[in-house]
Nanobody, 114 residues
Framework: QVQFVESGGGLVQAGGSQGLSCATSGVIFRFSTMAWYRQAPGKQRELVAQITGGGNTEYADSVKGRFTISRDNTKNTMWLQMNNLKPEDTAVYYC????????WGQGTQVTVSS
């Protein structure tokens, strides 16, 4: 069964840093392009960052230069390091595959105070 478990969220002040983790199961992880998404209150879920099995990355313009996505194919795990956080980064963060995302986890709440 495909499963995604996000962790690491919390309350952080603007300008601070936070790291998120994503544990996966049931996915052929090393061959899957993985992604972090987020959903702010009253807004649609949006793509934040993506990483191929080989480690190539892409970022949304809003987080470029501040967020870093990484993965370990031997551990079926992915991370998102977030630096210089802004109040507009406040959202529930989810991990999933980039193509055909499914079986969404509960996500992890990140709240950035001004």
């Amino acid at each position: 069964q495909v499963q995604f478990v996000e962790s690491g969220g919390g309350l952080v002040q603007a300008g601070g840093s936070q790291g998120l983790s994503c544990a996966t199961s049931g996915v052929i992880f090393r061959f899957s392009t993985m992604a972090w998404y987020r959903q702010a209150p009253g807004k649609q879920r949006e793509l934040v960052a993506q990483i191929t099995g080989g480690g190539n990355t892409e970022y949304a313009d809003s987080v470029k230069g501040r967020f870093t996505i990484s993965r370990d194919n031997t551990k079926n795990t992915m991370w998102l390091q977030m630096n210089n956080l802004k109040p507009e980064d406040t959202a529930v963060y989810y991990c999933n595959t980039l193509w055909g995302p499914r079986n969404w986890g509960q996500g992890t709440q990140v709240t950035v105070s001004s």
